[in-house]
């Protein structure tokens, strides 16, 4: 007996033409068809489809009178597809229009031709209104309001959809004010959502900046402020440039084919240019790489600078279209100054006067002079000049970099107050890299790795922005900022402009970034020692990061030979500047508060050292002092010689990390314990925001306590920061791990900590066989991990620590991975005395400092290899056998 729905033959044609359909557009995209001309056949072919099921509806309900209903009524497409632009899977929005008269007739046709369409299998927003009510709802919703200016007629009477356009335009320009201001509202949180900058790893086609969307914002608010929404119209009636009319249709043509292979490639919707379809595009589109360059990386260079034309154009639209006030309009002359001539500072901006403006456009020392004035005065360019100035200069080929201009451009940096604004204005001119070449290069430079969420130029530019937010930072690095004279904020902006400009190339990028920085100070005309300040912030950038993420500060020799390397203490601020304002550019969230203590440790640490500030946290003067502090706390301690053999052999986190009274408690209760025991205690640090768990116990209890460590703590969730690991006389272990609690935004409660000491302590008193099991979360790695573009390294250091060999691994961040390395370390046979555990977006960077068991540095090579090959095998093993290692 049949079983399942049975389609009248309307429905059964329309999918299988559908079908057919699709296959002809998929091949005609595979031969190259433009991205519109695929979009606009396929619009077609839906148009066909719906008037077929439409005429079958009508024929279901029993309509055979021509001049009935069909008089009555209006099919509209809408949204997308008004605008015949779908993507191959794009959902449909279609409106039946009526005339309130239509009665029940029309309640039936909607019923019966929307499930028609639903039963096609098309993805269907439907809806059914008269002209009154859709105008309503449009005028209450920006989402509605968008959607239905794109309407564009497709069957029923013209007459009735034609009085609905003219009433719905008249009555959208007379809301334009309060309809332009939501439409950006709604889409500034949409951009929140999807991404708020061109510049993301990641973007999405449709709804990112820059994407499918900018251009139909501009659409839309053409429409509400000129009843015109085509950009041809908007051209003819002068509101857009010619120029700008054809960088949106070529932006549009480049989109519209990059959806549409996304689309068909998937065979569903896929707006997501996740980074797998970014290097399969970028070999589909024939790019080839160049000289430390990628195919990938070349792709998203068009992609990003397309994208970045289409964020200006329509940004500069939609505030040209903007609504003045009548009052400020009246009153602003009265309320402006002019300055040197050529410019009035007003309330809200500054702009060029008619003079000034034919002396500006065309001239980049003029330019910089309004840059210079509005930095000086915290004011934003007026956009009626800024739109003068960028059509006059954006496709000039010969820029004079005069000496008055360079001036000008240093005096500008100097200054904090909109210059991160400024120098986007510069670049978004291609003004920026006649100033400085090397950013031409870099300009929408795609950084394929896992550490980078921006271009090299958009991170070039954020790290700038990020370290004039210093401005108002509370601690010490807010201090060190306020604190430089406007000379050294100029270096430290021009050094973070310059940082990553040695990005693509083979060299190292610092490398060659410091004859980037030499060659741009030349053309400057920087002094000698201005110039060499810049080289080494640019070639040191990272050093400071280095040490503090990745290197034990305890370690005095490291402190004193980055004290050396720096020199004074006005350069090691500087460097402390540009150090967190690299991180804080990579990407939300990276520059943590635990990343933030650790490089302002270093640098507390350090300016002792450079400033002679008393005795230093580490220095050999500070431990002596700390040590008698932890002697004087102990109670007849001249009746216990072990104690005195305790404290001296105390490393220098412990001894930083708890005062003298708290020390000798958690060492008592340690000396107490029997060997077959464990204890364990956490206490949050807000200082840090991290809990600090601490773990006491023998060596005897059970082999690889390290690693069956770190995997409880991770299978309960626990993100590892940090760890020092310290075995004390007397085979004594006192281990301390610094966590975040991924279930708790802030400080866990007190019974949760509770519950993470007392499974610590059931691991080591009672180990299980076989592998702790890790909760499954999304991560977005996952697609990143499946390229792989930059490979799992292991680098070893025998000449930074005096008595450990330093491991250092990259590796894609997993679930679980930390657990397969410890546990590999101790297969190895290596005993790990620190560990410094780094995240990077989807990157780790974790460090170990080890010895072998008779707690001795790894001097033999062959050994060395030995340990090397072995970790790259655990890292690259899938995560399945890796976490099924054998238990010896």
Not at 192 to 199: A, E, I, L
Request: aromatic share 8%; glycine share 6%; with cysteine.
């Amino acid at each position: 007996m049949p079983t399942g729905p049975r389609f009248c033959p309307a429905i059964i044609s329309a999918k299988e033409r559908l079908a057919e359909g699709r296959e002809k557009l998929k091949a005609q995209h595979q031969e190259g068809s433009p991205g519109v001309q695929v979009c606009a056949r396929l619009t077609d072919l839906i148009d066909t489809v719906v008037l077929d099921l439409y005429e079958s509806a009508l024929a279901d309900i029993g309509d055979t009178d021509p001049q009935g209903i069909q008089s009555e009524i209006a099919l509209v497409p809408h949204g997308g597809y008004g605008r015949r632009d779908i993507a191959p899977y794009s959902d449909i929005d279609l409106m039946l229009l009526h005339k309130p008269t239509a009665g029940d007739r029309v309640k039936k046709l909607a019923r019966q031709l929307s499930q028609n369409i639903y039963d096609t299998q098309l993805h269907l927003g439907f809806s059914c209104a008269t002209p009154r009510e859709a105008c309503a709802d449009a005028f209450r919703d920006p989402t509605v309001f968008t959607s239905l200016a794109e309407s564009r007629f497709l069957g029923g009477s013209v007459t009735l959809f034609s009085n609905f356009m003219s009433s719905f335009r008249r009555g959208a320009k007379r809301r334009a004010r309060g309809l332009i201001t939501t439409i950006r509202e709604s889409r500034r949180e949409e951009r929140v959502k999807y991404g708020d900058t061109v510049y993301l790893l990641s973007p999405n086609v449709k709804r990112s900046r820059g994407a499918l969307r900018e251009i139909q914002l501009l659409r839309w608010t053409g429409f509400a402020r000129y009843g015109q929404n085509e950009p041809r119209n908007l051209f003819r009636i002068g509101v857009l440039s010619h120029e700008d009319r054809v960088r949106l249709r070529e932006a549009r043509e480049f989109l519209l084919r990059l959806r549409n292979e996304l689309h068909f490639c998937a065979g569903k919707a896929q707006d997501v240019l996740e980074r797998s379809e970014q290097v399969r595009i970028a070999a589909v589109y024939g790019y080839e790489g160049s000289e430390g360059l990628l195919p990938v990386e070349e792709f998203m260079r068009d992609y990003f600078a397309i994208t970045s034309d289409v964020r200006y154009i329509t940004s500069h639209f939609a505030n040209a279209a903007r609504f003045k006030s009548s009052l400020a309009t009246a009153f602003s002359p009265l309320l402006s100054i002019q300055i040197e001539g050529d410019f009035r500072v007003g309330p809200f901006s500054i702009g060029a006067t008619r003079r000034g403006l034919k002396r500006v456009c065309g001239d980049l020392e003029q330019v910089l002079r309004l840059m210079d004035l509005a930095n000086l005065h915290d004011k934003p360019i007026a956009d009626e000049t800024w739109q003068a100035i960028r059509n006059s200069m954006i496709n000039l080929d010969n820029v004079m970099l005069t000496s008055k201009a360079t001036e000008r451009f240093l005096s500008l940096l100097s200054q904090p107050a909109q210059l991160g604004q400024m120098l986007r204005r510069l670049h978004e001119l291609r003004v920026l890299e006649k100033i400085i070449p090397a950013v031409k290069r870099a300009r929408c430079l795609l950084q394929f790795n896992a550490y980078h969420k921006y271009t090299v130029d958009e991170h070039s530019i954020r790290a700038i922005e990020r370290a004039i937010e210093f401005y108002d930072d509370k601690g010490p690095l807010g201090e060190s900022y306020r604190e430089m004279k406007p000379n050294q904020k100029k270096l430290v902006h021009l050094a973070l402009l310059l940082h990553d400009l040695g990005k693509g190339f083979e060299e190292d990028h610092s490398e060659v970034g410091m004859r980037i920085a030499a060659d741009t100070c030349k053309l400057l005309g920087l002094p000698e020692q201005e110039t060499e300040t810049v080289k080494f912030l640019v070639h040191k950038h990272l050093l400071m990061n280095h040490l503090a993420l990745r290197r034990d500060i305890d370690d005095q020799s490291v402190v004193l030979q980055f004290a050396h390397d720096v020199g004074t203490p006005d350069v090691l601020k500087m460097l402390y500047v540009i150090s967190c304002a690299d991180l804080a550019a990579v990407g939300p969230g990276v520059l943590n508060l635990w990343k933030l203590n650790l490089l302002t440790e270093l640098y507390r640490r350090t300016m002792g050292h450079l400033a002679g500030s008393g005795p230093t946290l580490g220095s050999d003067e500070w431990l002596k002092q700390r040590r008698a502090e932890v002697r004087a706390t102990v109670p007849n301690l001249n009746d216990d010689a072990d104690w005195n053999t305790l404290i001296d052999q105390l490393p220098v986190s412990y001894l930083a990390g708890s005062g003298p009274e708290r020390i000798v408690e958690e060492l008592d209760v340690l000396r107490q314990l029997p060997k077959n025991d464990a204890i364990a205690w956490g206490k949050y640090q807000p200082r840090r925001n991290a809990v600090q768990y601490t773990i006491g116990t023998h060596e005897e209890i059970t082999p690889g306590v390290f690693h069956k460590l770190t995997g409880l703590l991770t299978s309960k969730g626990q993100q590892i920061l940090a760890a020092d690991i310290n075995t004390l006389p007397g085979n004594l272990i006192l281990d301390r791990f610094y966590v975040n609690d991924l279930d708790f935004a802030g400080e866990p409660s007190r019974e949760r900590m509770e519950e993470i000491c007392d499974a610590l302590t059931d691991e080591l008193k009672h180990p299980r066989d076989g592998s702790p099991k890790f909760r499954e979360t999304w991560s977005s790695s996952d697609t990143a991990a499946t390229i792989n573009p930059a490979p799992a390294k292991v680098k070893i250091d025998n000449n930074t620590a005096e008595n450990a060999t330093i491991i250092d691994v990259f590796a894609h961040d997993r679930i679980g991975l930390l657990y397969t390395i410890t546990r590999a370390l101790f297969e190895l046979g290596l005993s790990v005395q620190v560990a410094k555990i780094g995240t990077y977006l989807d990157q780790v960077v974790d460090v170990f400092y080890v010895t072998d068991q008779e707690g001795r540095k790894i001097e033999d090579e062959n050994r060395i290899e030995e340990i090397r090959e072995c970790l790259l095998g655990a890292i690259q093993r899938p995560e399945a056998e890796a976490h099924e290692l054998p238990n010896r």
